[in-house]
């Protein structure tokens, strides 16, 4: 715990995982209120305007906490991971820097417009200014994943004299195979949080007699496109980027399946703990054969296990890893089930009449940031004990110069300043949820 | 090709200063000439729209820095770890206060996030100045090229220094006045009646202290780094900069009194920028250097990246710098004029 590498470790843990909870949000809301838009103005119904601007206004506070716990997230590479940094920069500064020069310039200027110039600018600009808003957000992820792809599966690139990485081919690491199938689950994940947000305000309102008329029209938006993206996340891109894993990270796969020794035929875990010690599952329940089929599309199939590599290439942390990964397929599963019984009384017009399934709609806004997180932790995680995948190792990235208390004392202060930033941001979420829309 | 990239980054970084420099001064300036409730919010919605846009300039400028010269960005970033985590949560708190001001109807809502905006932008006005009284300075770096600083030590210029001594105190507190004329200046051309002829007394207050602190920097920085004015000896056409300071200074000054708010304002703009403009001319090609041993500086030869990615990095730089430009200047169009007192906006 009091490793100056630890701290290193935690430090960037903490503030992306607190990052992410606003990006996902945004990137998820943003396709979201660029339909909301394009309804008003081709069926010319103004209810769709009142619903994109009471959409901006979350999208905007939640775009502003993206914004000052993401600009920590730039400096970190630096401040905290120097080494990594100067070994990666020829190849990740690229994206990172094209990140703020394309998406951000893009993001923060149309923000303004949407927000403020509605009047000055009529309907068809307006329009315009929330695709571009929708393009800039999900340009930025784009530019994050494949950075965050790089460090997974290292292409592009050729090691200088200087003994740090230098790109060699652009458009390779642009289009680097891992990062299509990264950003497309990333981004699907992000609808889901999107959607679900926007259908648990519908099933509020209705719930509570509130808005009745928005609260329906949220919830049909919200459920058919968590819906639509629920079933995506699962096939293709959940399918797909398991079986990256399963190419590129097979060390990864066994770890985070829980699967300690090689096996033809080998199940898939449902319920079980990792028990490190005795290399063995407690209480598993399995599905026999799946692990070998969803990997190899055999039911045969041979699984390499842990034991079949060395123990120094193994992930550090192997119970978060198993545990995260189930967290997230786990509730990916609920997902499809929970948006597609919705949708169902959607379409027999008995949704009204089901309060037990307008509760769970609305309780159940929560489970798409920790299944995305659990995501993520899944990816890092996975990722030990490498920074860049098989080339450089994590304990050798981190800023040297960086004591452990100086390490300790910022993440403390984040972490207070988190808390605060927290309390705010939920108060004027549910001040505006609260307040409505205006009329 | 490293030389262009120098420029490039140079010139994102002036941006930036001039940019959020007048954005940081509104900051500063509101605690002085906005007197109650209706006032403080005239002052912030002259920063509205554009503030985050700014900032972006912060950003791209660090992503730029890290692209072209990675070596400078890990040590950089690594070496002034303490004042840039303090410059994060000050960035953080001034976001909030300008944004979440408006979002409760509560006077004691407001005076709480008043507070924050101009706290925050007076720290980090004073932050920002010494951080490049820091680079002026030089740094304790190692044979690898890394160091670390303490945010003090002894408050002398040695070979041992912290982030804060005497000398970047004063190019902080240089920075602090500088921006506030700036900002006082942009406020002053964006507002009416009582505010803006208070902005105008605040410039006009705050310009002797500017010009006998810019004087005061140039003799300090000449005794703390002795060998700085070599480019210009080398280059003469150099001393084009100094002259545009000094014209920036004067121009500013007539302007104010004229009444003219926004020449002031774009005198004070061109002030900051030739400032600016001649740290780095007079650290060319220097991007860091070492109070151990000169030979340790980071240059831009040392720190820069790989030829291909230099080659690539100007096409697709230049193309994105062009349509942000096209934004920039699409939006400071929409948005001109003065804002004034509408109910209920």
Same mark, same amino acid.
């Given at each position: 715990m009091d490793s100056a590498l630890t701290i290193h470790r935690l430090h960037f843990a903490f503030t992306i995982? @607190?990052?992410y909870l606003f990006p996902q949000l945004t990137m998820g809301l943003a396709p979201l209120i660029v339909i909301c838009k394009a309804l008003a103005f081709w069926r010319a119904d103004d209810r769709y305007n009142k619903a994109a601007r009471f959409w901006g206004k979350i999208f905007a506070v939640s775009f +502003? #906490?993206?914004?000052?716990? !993401?600009?920590?997230?730039?400096?970190? #590479? !630096?401040?905290?991971?120097?080494? #990594?940094? $100067? @070994?990666? !920069?020829?190849?990740?500064?690229?994206?990172?820097?094209?990140?703020g020069v394309f998406a951000f310039f893009l993001e923060s200027s149309f923000l303004g417009m949407f927000l403020y110039g509605e009047q000055r600018f009529g309907p068809r600009l307006h329009l315009l200014a929330s695709v571009m808003i929708f393009a800039g957000s999900w340009l930025s992820g784009y530019f994050i994943i494949v950075t965050d792809a790089w460090m997974q599966h290292p292409i592009g690139f050729d090691v200088g004299l200087d003994g740090s990485a230098h790109l060699t081919s652009f458009w390779s690491l642009l289009m680097n195979d891992w990062a299509l199938w990264q950003y497309l689950h990333n981004m699907f994940g992000a609808c889901i949080t999107g959607s679900f947000f926007m259908a648990a305000v519908g099933a509020y309102y209705v719930l509570a007699r509130k808005q009745e008329e928005f609260g329906w029209l949220f919830l049909r938006m919200g459920?058919?496109?968590a819906l639509i993206a629920s079933i995506v996340q699962l096939f293709p891109t959940g399918d797909r980027s398991g079986q990256l894993v399963t190419q590129h990270q097979p060390v990864t796969l066994a770890a985070m399946e829980g699967l300690f020794n090689t096996e033809a035929g080998a199940g898939i875990v449902l319920v079980g703990q990792p028990n490190t010690e005795a290399q063995t599952l407690d209480?598993? &329940? @399995?599905?026999?054969?799946? +692990?070998?089929? +969803?990997?190899?599309? $055999?039911?045969?199939a041979r699984v390499q296990g842990l034991n079949d590599f060395p123990k120094d290439q193994w992930p550090d942390n192997i119970p978060l890893l198993y545990y995260s990964y189930h967290i997230m397929v786990g509730l990916g599963t609920v997902f499809i089930a929970v948006t597609a019984a919705a949708a169902f009384l959607l379409w027999r017009k008995r949704l009204f009449e089901t309060p037990w399934m307008l509760w769970t709609v609305m309780l159940s806004f929560p489970f798409p940031f920790i299944a995305n997180t659990a995501g993520w932790l899944t990816a890092e995680l996975g990722r030990q004990p490498w920074l860049v995948y098989g080339l450089m190792r994590t304990d050798a990235g981190f800023s040297h110069k960086i004591s452990a208390g100086n390490g300790l004392f910022t993440l403390l202060g984040f972490m207070g300043m988190y808390t605060v930033l927290s309390i705010l941001y939920l108060f004027l979420v549910w001040h505006d949820v609260n307040h409505g829309l205006e009329d | 090709m490293e030389t262009l990239w120098f420029i490039l980054v140079a010139l994102m970084l002036a941006a930036?200063?001039?940019?959020?420099?007048f954005d940081l001064g509104a900051g500063v300036i509101s605690f002085f000439v906005a007197r109650e409730h209706e006032e403080r919010r005239i002052v912030l919605q002259t920063i509205g729209p554009v503030w985050d846009g700014n900032e972006v300039w912060l950003i791209a400028s660090g992503g730029a820095l890290y692209f072209a010269f990675p070596m400078l960005y890990a040590s950089g970033f690594s070496g002034f770890y303490l004042p840039l985590m303090i410059v994060l949560w000050l960035l953080m708190m001034r976001g909030i206060g300008i944004e979440l001001r408006s979002h409760v109807r509560d006077p004691l809502w407001w005076s709480a996030f008043d507070f924050l905006f101009s706290m925050s932008s007076f720290l980090l006005a004073?932050? #920002?100045?010494?951080? &490049?009284?820091?680079?002026? $300075?030089?740094?304790?770096? /190692?044979? /690898?090229g890394y160091f670390f600083e303490a945010l003090w030590t002894n408050f002398r210029v040695g070979p041992n220094p912290g982030i804060l001594d005497w000398y970047t105190a004063m190019t902080g507190l240089l920075a602090l006045v500088a921006l506030t004329v700036h900002g006082a200046h942009y406020v002053a051309a964006k507002t009416e009646g009582a505010v803006n002829a208070r902005c105008r007394r605040a410039a006009a207050m705050g310009w002797p202290v500017l010009v006998c602190l810019t004087i005061a920097s140039l003799i300090a920085t000449s005794s703390? $780094?002795? !060998?700085? +004015?070599e480019n210009f000896r080398l280059h003469p056409w150099g001393w084009i900069i100094p002259i545009i300071v000094a014209i920036g200074l004067v121009a500013m000054r007539i302007f104010v009194t004229r009444g003219r708010d926004r020449a002031a304002f774009f005198s004070s703009a061109a002030y900051l920028a030739a400032m600016l403009g001649g740290a780095a001319f007079a650290n060319y090609p220097i991007l860091l250097p070492a109070t151990t041993d000169a030979a340790y500086s980071l240059t831009i030869y040392n720190a820069r990246t790989g030829d291909y990615s230099l080659r690539v990095g100007l096409i697709w730089w230049i193309a994105g710098l062009a349509l942000a430009i096209a934004y920039f200047t699409f939006m400071y169009t929409a948005f001109r004029g003065k804002v004034s007192r509408r109910p209920g906006a």
């Open positions: 995982t @607190y990052h +502003l #906490f993206g914004v000052i716990t !993401g600009i920590p997230m730039e400096f970190q #590479f !630096g401040t905290n991971w120097a080494r #990594f940094a $100067r @070994y990666s !920069g020829g190849v990740i500064a690229t994206t990172l820097a094209m990140e459920i058919i496109a209480n598993p &329940i @399995y599905i026999p054969k799946a +692990l070998s089929f +969803l990997s190899y599309r $055999r039911w045969e | 930036y200063v001039v940019l959020d420099g004073v932050f #920002f100045g010494a951080a &490049i009284g820091n680079v002026m $300075r030089g740094v304790p770096l /190692d044979r /690898d703390v $780094r002795p !060998g700085i +004015l």
